[in-house]
């Protein structure tokens, strides 16, 4: 926020599109387009804020200004090897959560958050609210249980409302029990989101659904799910090679 500040004029007034021009150059020479784009995001909002409260606020659009992303190249684990070879490695309060995420390619957030009454076990679903500006508390998603899951998550612990907890509280972040296990592995470091990436894209390998992936993953935009279907067209560019070669 100081840093947004440092580079913002300080006067309403002097928020031209020059300005805006000028702080994305000053931006661009430290962080990613998206970064900036969440930072226009942000101005956006706040001078629609004061527009609500009675302000002259500049007329200007912020979207235009909006910067293009280059296409993600999205990082995951090959195969199952290296991600046993993690766990192995990893404390025992912090195992059931890698195997939750690769399961499910559940985010953080509804890992960490993770409830009991979340858990169906009648019908083997997990259901959890995923942020949604368009609806309020969230828009529910229903993530299939498999077998070796349930049985995972059937042996934990009922401590509190929280299935994931560390010493008898919830867990408040993982990052330092990922960063333990990654370094007694000996593995080469990904981030544990890495693990959600994976998810999605062994599910489009074995299965070519992408509407199936989307489901499972929660997006409520497909094109979303689309930056994991390059493991399609690699394979079929295999396919064809193989046939015609």
């Known amino acids: 926020m100081s840093l947004l500040k440092s580079l913002l004029p300080t006067y309403l ?7 805006i021009t000028d ?8 962080v ?9 995001a ?29 296409a993600e190249n999205v990082k995951y684990f090959d195969d199952m090897t290296t991600l046993k070879k993690i766990i192995e490695n990893a404390d025992e309060c912090f195992k059931p959560i890698i195997y939750t995420a690769i399961y499910t390619g559940m985010r953080r957030g509804n890992l960490l958050k993770l409830k009991w009454e979340e858990l169906d076990f009648n019908n083997n679903l997990i259901n959890i609210f995923v942020k949604d500006k368009t609806v309020e508390g969230g828009r529910l998603v229903s993530i299939p249980m498999i077998p070796k899951l349930k049985r995972i998550l059937k042996k934990q612990p009922k401590i509190n409302e929280f299935v994931f907890n560390v010493e008898g509280k919830p ?40 509407k199936l992936a989307q489901q499972i993953l929660g997006h409520k935009d497909i094109k979303t799910t689309t930056k994991y279907a ?10 064809l090679l193989k046939v015609f070669s």
Not at 23 to 29: A, L, P, V, W
Not at 32 to 40: E, G, R, S, V
Not at 48 to 70: E, Q, S, T
């Open 13 to 19: 007034d002097e928020l031209t599109p020059q300005a």
């Open 23 to 30: 702080f994305i150059q000053e931006r661009r020479k430290y």
């Open 32 to 40: 990613k387009n998206a970064t900036i784009n969440k930072d226009l």
């Open 42 to 70: 942000f101005i956006s909002a706040m001078l629609n804020k004061l527009d609500l409260l009675g302000y002259d606020i500049p007329k200007i659009k912020i979207n235009r200004f909006k910067l293009k992303i280059p």
């Open 171 to 210: 867990f408040k972040d993982y990052r330092y029990y990922w960063e333990r296990a990654i370094k007694k592995a000996g593995v080469k470091y990904q981030c544990f989101h890495t693990i959600r990436h994976t998810a999605a894209t062994w599910i489009l390998q074995e299965t070519g659904n992408i």
């Open 230 to 239: 390059h493991v399609l067209a690699d394979e079929k560019r295999d396919a």
